[in-house]
């Protein structure tokens, strides 16, 4: 079945890491290092790759590793793939949106940094594109629909039928949430300012 004229998101790839705060004994090959770091790459979502960590250190722990305490587990890079369906006119993006790159002579996609969420965000003439560097899966859904609001509003993006495909909405209580979590960031932001 093809995409053309569906919009969708779909994460690709989450990177987690974390400490145990201990050296480790290691007795096999893995993405486990002796320093007690440990990085899990390969999941779906961000409750996956906790899981898939919490799953290697029960592993650990049979084998006879004795574990002290709980895991850091702080999600590190989110990378997603999303499509808008219809056509994004990449030239007059790079004068329409700030912060591009697009040298098509070297690669068929615009770099995009966007500012909030902080992401960056490759954007094809398919409607493609590719996000990655959110922490939290909030942010691709957030910063998907953001770009998708800034191209129909500078007339960037082109649909082919009558109705404009359009993105799920995004969960309220989800959205609440890390709009709360910026603010305390710009508030300690302040408070670090002055001191």
Request: glycine fraction near 6%; hydrophobic fraction near 35%; aromatic fraction near 6%.
């Amino acid at each position: 079945m093809s995409d053309k004229g569906k919009a969708f998101i779909n994460i690709e790839n989450v990177v987690a890491s974390a400490t145990l705060k201990q050296q480790i004994d290691l007795k096999t090959a893995t993405l486990i290092f002796s320093s007690g770091k440990m990085v899990c790459t390969g999941a779906k979502s961000e409750r996956q790759a906790r899981k898939a960590v919490l799953k290697v250190i029960d592993e650990l722990k049979r084998d006879g590793i004795v574990i002290l305490g709980k895991p850091e587990i702080m999600i590190q890079n989110i990378v997603a793939s999303a499509g808008l369906g219809g056509y994004i006119d990449l030239e007059k993006a790079t004068y329409g949106l700030k912060k591009t790159m697009y040298e098509p002579e070297q690669f068929p996609g615009l770099i995009y940094r966007m500012d909030e969420p902080k992401v960056v965000i490759l954007l094809f003439a398919s409607g493609k594109l590719v996000c990655t560097g959110a922490k939290k899966e909030i942010q691709v859904h957030i910063a998907v629909n953001k770009l998708q609001e800034i191209l129909e509003s500078k007339s960037l993006i082109f649909y082919e039928g009558p109705e404009k495909p359009r993105l799920p909405p995004l969960p309220s209580k989800e959205i609440e949430k890390e709009k709360e979590r910026e603010r305390e960031k710009e508030k300690q932001k302040e408070k670090d300012k002055t001191s």
